[in-house]
């Protein structure tokens, strides 16, 4: 599988941002897809994660009621609404594609085998 993320960019505090990660190569609806970012000095964290079938949506507490994952398995596509964007936000975020995760896999970088490169959201205050 090979993703792509884009649809990053600058936005200021408050603002949204709605971010796309494609995918290639295989059966897409077939696999888990979370996205990740890193904050620059600090380690990469879980973002978001959406199941194969678009049922079970999984947030970090830091995002929970601002960021929505969502899924069109027609386009091969996963998508991360954010609103109500904060400074914090800032980071390089990532996609990736898993067909081994779990419920409790979800969060984990190491259950995800393919990786799109980042996209940068920068929030301004």
């Known amino acids: 599988v090979q993703l792509q993320a884009f649809g990053g960019g600058l936005v200021q505090a408050g603002g949204s941002l709605r971010l796309s990660c494609a995918a290639s190569g295989r059966t897409f609806s077939n696999y888990a897809v979370g996205w990740f970012r890193q904050a620059p000095g600090k380690e990469r964290e879980f973002v978001a994660a959406?199941?194969?079938?678009?049922?079970?949506?999984y947030y970090a507490d830091s995002v929970k009621g601002r960021f929505t994952i969502s899924r069109d398995n027609a386009r091969n596509t996963v998508y991360l609404q954010m609103n109500s964007l904060k400074p914090e936000d800032t980071a390089v975020y990532h996609c990736?594609?898993?067909?081994?995760?779990?419920?409790?896999?979800?969060?984990?970088?190491?259950?995800?085998?393919?990786w799109g490169q980042g996209t940068l959201v920068t929030v301004s205050s």
């Open positions: 959406i199941k194969w079938g678009g049922s079970g949506t």
């Open positions: 990736a594609a898993s067909s081994r995760a779990i419920t409790t896999t979800l969060r984990l970088e190491r259950t995800y085998d393919y």
